[in-house]
């Protein structure tokens, strides 16, 4: 039985606000929550009786049995797989030294959750540890960004800083960012450490993070010039500029 | 004024079933309607007046100019642009011959709209004209998929077709797929022309598919071999593929 208390926390968690207030935040589905449950202290896991059975070995502070019927009032889902579970925020620390031997992520106001947790499964499947948002960018722990990181968040940290105060102290690495006026990186030198900077989704990377770009960067269509799409998703360009980086030490 | 009979149209538009038995598609929003008007017929636009006024050079059947109140009533999108175009769909015919002396797409069910759209994105991206769809992808001509095209379906045809007995049919054509068994795509001579097969989203190329791909690719994730996530999103790993292919003649 899931008190109402408990049922009215797990649907405010949708909220930031109540995300930020009680540092929580929710997951659902079985391969998020077994991955997230390696990473992040779980305080309650609500589940069928099926699910717990099969997953004994995830820890929790508070385990609850619902009916499958029961879980689907308060999951997010539209076919709710058998488990919601509520795990504590991380709030990690970031230092300019820790970033001087590996390659990042910044992301300069990226607002829609869905790519902003597709680019968290990008850092995690190119070896990328730290994800450095803007204070505009959408929330890593809100629904929809932890659906679409597929538990990308147990292996990477996603920190908050304002970017025009931050990307200066690290003067000492350089700072790739893709603009139209750039050199196709395709046969620009690519140091294995660095900060690559993505932009917004509608305005790309905004002037004052421009000017603290060290290496403009161009990402070409095919063939170059020709009429296209004048733009890619965000986590497109994101995969393709990573991916470039990775495949030449591959 | 917009008659309830077009209005009853207009929604009847984002079920499948009644594109297809009007063969006819909706498109929302400025960039979308000026781009697929270059390549579509437009049967009915509807548009505010200071839309109509600075778009004046888009011919359409019929044009109908309502306020922005009574235009957001019909609107799928949270914030209408001002414009909602109808447009008549395109039956492309498809001939292997066509495709021998360039690089096109195949998807083996990809079944979510968006993953479908910004495939087509990518594809118009890398010059790719032609994306061949198995009869379970979902639809192009949804209103997700559409949005998520961003205006690609003017330079892209997109085709839907039985793979298991069109794959055959182009055997004179390397045959190139992703699978966790295939050789590194950065080591692999990859041809100019050619067909890259993209699998569904849960379960990848299905075996029948499987046993037609002549060329078996791996997308190497970094470290190769280390703990990350399982998979990357259909959309990121054809931008990938794709990218590889046009880099090297770039």
């Known amino acids: 039985m899931l008190s109402k208390s408990k049922i009215k926390l797990i649907k405010s968690l949708s909220l930031k606000k109540f995300r930020d207030d009680h540092s929580l935040f929710v997951a659902e589905g079985t391969k998020l929550v077994v991955d997230l449950s390696t990473c992040f202290k779980c305080v309650l896991l609500v589940a069928t009786k099926d699910w717990s059975v099969s997953h004994s070995s995830i820890h929790a502070d508070e385990m609850i049995e619902l009916s499958t019927d029961e879980l689907s009032q308060i999951s997010n889902q539209k076919s709710p797989q058998g488990v919601i579970a509520v795990f504590e925020k991380h709030n990690w620390s970031l230092s300019v030294d820790d970033l001087k031997s590996r390659l990042s992520i910044a992301l300069d106001d990226v ?34 960004t932890v659906q679409a990181t597929m538990g990308a968040l147990a292996r990477v940290r996603v920190h908050y800083v304002d970017l025009a105060t931050f990307l200066p102290d690290c003067k000492e690495l350089p700072i790739y960012g893709t603009f139209m006026d750039g050199e196709s990186i395709y046969e620009k030198g690519l140091s294995p450490y660095g900060i690559i900077v993505m932009g917004n989704e509608g305005n790309g990377i905004s002037d004052s993070i421009r000017s603290l770009v060290s290496e403009k960067l161009l990402l070409p269509n095919y063939p170059f010039g020709a009429p296209t799409s004048e733009s890619l998703n965000v986590a497109v360009a994101t995969a393709l500029v990573c991916g470039e980086f990775r495949r030449r030490v591959l």
């Open 111 to 144: 607002q829609d959750p869905g790519n902003l947790g597709t680019i968290i499964r990008i850092a995690d499947w190119f070896g990328i540890k730290d994800v450095i948002c803007s204070l505009h960018c959408a929330d890593t722990y809100g629904p929809k």
